[in-house]
């Protein structure tokens, strides 16, 4: 069973720009969460999406988006980008969401680099 | 505020020895306790996650407790690898859905030959 993929793997980009991030969750999945690490703050939650709807939302301003299609797989958006997001993002699937004790399989993320 | 704290922050053992990596919490109303390794450069490996009602859980050489009456929860890695070289993150739950994921910093385990 393939794991959760995320892609580009690695991403650069400059101050103002906005980005785009894929994640494809583990077949039957229908919860995918979003995660920001960073040194400074570890991990922190960003979105979780379930059958297409934001079912959760952590503590980031609206330059972060994100959406999940039919099929499950997601997209983040970050819009004007700022040095500060430099991180790895992280998205994770799994069949409920944590909330009903689900594992959550992690990608290995995309390494976002903002200059 | 919901929080949770690992220690140490960084460990390193030799080859072979056991270690204990712990993790206290405040968080409430608690819903579930998850043990996460993460390898450099990779995402977070599913160890454990324990309810409640569990206060042991076992996945290989890596055993979780949790004491829900003193929130506090331990992972015990026996017999260790070079292989068991991550960070391992401990993530306490509180009922309400995702916004409710507290993450620990994390401790940061060299196992060296």
């Known amino acids: 069973k393939a794991g959760v993929t995320q892609t580009p793997r690695y991403l650069i980009k400059t101050r103002g720009q906005q980005v785009t991030l894929s994640c494809s969750p583990i077949?039957?999945?229908?919860?995918v969460s979003w995660y920001q690490q960073t040194p400074g703050q570890g991990l922190q939650f960003l979105f979780e999406y379930f059958s297409e709807t934001q079912r959760n939302k952590g503590n980031f301003p609206g330059r972060f988006s994100g959406r999940q299609f039919s099929n499950s797989r997601s997209e983040m958006n970050v819009s004007t980008l700022e040095l500060g997001d430099s991180a790895l993002y992280l998205c994770?699937?799994?069949?409920?969401?944590?909330?009903?004790?689900?594992?959550?399989?992690f990608g290995n993320g995309t390494r976002l680099t903002v200059t | 505020k919901n929080q949770v704290e690992q220690s140490p922050q960084s460990l390193i053992i030799l080859e072979g020895k056991n270690c204990t990596l712990q993790c206290n919490y405040t968080v409430s109303p608690f819903s579930n306790l998850r043990w996460y390794k993460q390898d450099t450069g990779r995402g977070p490996v599913s160890l454990t996650i324990?309810?409640?009602?569990?206060n042991t859980k076992s996945n290989g050489r890596y055993t979780a407790t949790l004491d829900a009456d003193t929130k506090q929860s331990s992972l015990h890695i026996t017999a260790s690898q070079l292989s068991d070289s991550a960070s391992y993150i401990c993530?306490?739950?509180?009922?309400?859905?995702?916004?409710?994921?507290?993450f620990g910093a994390g401790t940061r385990l060299a196992v060296h030959p």
């Open positions: 994770a699937s799994s069949l409920m969401g944590a909330e009903y004790n689900s594992p959550l399989h």
């Open positions: 993530v306490v739950s509180a009922t309400g859905g995702y916004n409710k994921l507290i």
């Open positions: 324990m309810t409640f009602s569990e």
């Open positions: 077949s039957g999945h229908r919860s």
